[in-house]
């Protein structure tokens, strides 16, 4: 059953790519709710498969709800490149609350350390200041948001790397959370230069959905395995 709901994901994720690159505001937006549904319900469907660990399957499904309610109040965004609206605000502040359940989920598998949050920050601080750099890429009046979603994702991403980290024998589910928080951070990494840069290329929103949907997939599927 669930890897049946993972086909459908599956093509469900390419006719959104379809919208994004032929632009249909109305099908993105449908599209984009459905594939966004299937990796929560792949979620349950992995529980109620073969999981017995309910409390990381709680923390996980509540960072998925929460990434759920983020596209959908990224729908209604505007693309205003000089400022923001407020569910533009509400997305990262979704997406936000779903990188702490996560960093949650993670740490009930494996341990918290200080220095999860020195390097969380070390990461953040390098990559803002990267992106920074970039002549054509302009935060504008939504910097400090971004700033604080930087920390929080970065947090989540070094705590996966803890939790793989802290497993004493090799464990192909646990490198699936490392690789989807991972391709999680490089979604919104390339999700900025679709929102900030100036005259971006229509292929990076594609981009942006195709890595972020799998990110999703493999921390959802972690589910079935963990």
Known sequence: MTYSLVLLMLLSLIILLYFTYKPHKIFKGIFKTITSILFVTIAISGYLEKSSNFIYFIFILLGLLFSLFGDLFL???????NHINKFFIYGLLSFSLSHV??????????????YTILFSFLLAVVVLFILKCIKKLDFKDSFYYVAFYSVVISFMFIQSLNLYFSINFYNPYVLWITIGALLFVLSDLILSFDYFYKDCPKFIAVLNLLIYYIAQLLIALSILYI
């Not at 729908?75 to 490149?81: L, P, Q, R, S, V």
């Not at 359940?101 to 200080?114: E, N, P, R, T, V």
Request: proline share 0%; net charge positive; hydrophobic share 50%.
């Open 75 to 81: 729908i209604f965004k505007n693309k205003d490149k």
């Open 101 to 114: 359940f996560f960093s949650i989920g993670f740490i009930y598998l494996s341990h918290f350390s200080f």
